[in-house]
């Protein structure tokens, strides 16, 4: 199975910047996708970055322009670099992963780290 750890959470001001990272450990023959997803208070989980099987990737239109994902193959680590922080981008972010393991390809998830941003 897979095991995916986020860290790099935490407060910023508006404005201010964060990196989040998630880290990919375990048994599996090979990491496919590795994005991001968020969830706010009273919300539903929603994609914040995820690359797409054409080998592009996605972002939310709310994110576009400020957040940057990447992807360090070596490590099956993947980053989310956040910039120009907004109080509405507040949420527990989600590291999301599709691995080829022994049942054949299935989704992981971290545990959600928080990324709070003040006015």
């Known amino acids: 199975q897979v095991q995916l750890v986020e860290s790099g959470g935490g407060l910023v001001m508006a404005g201010g910047s964060l990196r989040l990272s998630c880290a990919a450990s375990g048994s599996f023959f090979s990491i496919n996708a590795m994005g991001w997803y968020r969830q706010a208070p009273g919300k539903q989980r929603e994609l914040v970055a995820h690359p797409t099987s054409g080998g592009s990737t996605i972002y939310a239109d709310s994110v576009k322009g400020r957040f940057t994902v990447s992807r360090d193959n070596a490590k099956n680590t993947v980053y989310l670099q956040m910039n120009s922080l907004k109080p509405e981008d507040t949420a527990v972010y989600y590291c999301?992963?599709?691995?080829?393991?022994?049942?054949?390809?299935?989704?992981?998830w971290g545990q959600g780290t928080q990324v709070t941003v003040s006015s």
């Open positions: 999301r992963a599709t691995a080829v393991v022994l049942g054949g390809m299935q989704e992981f």
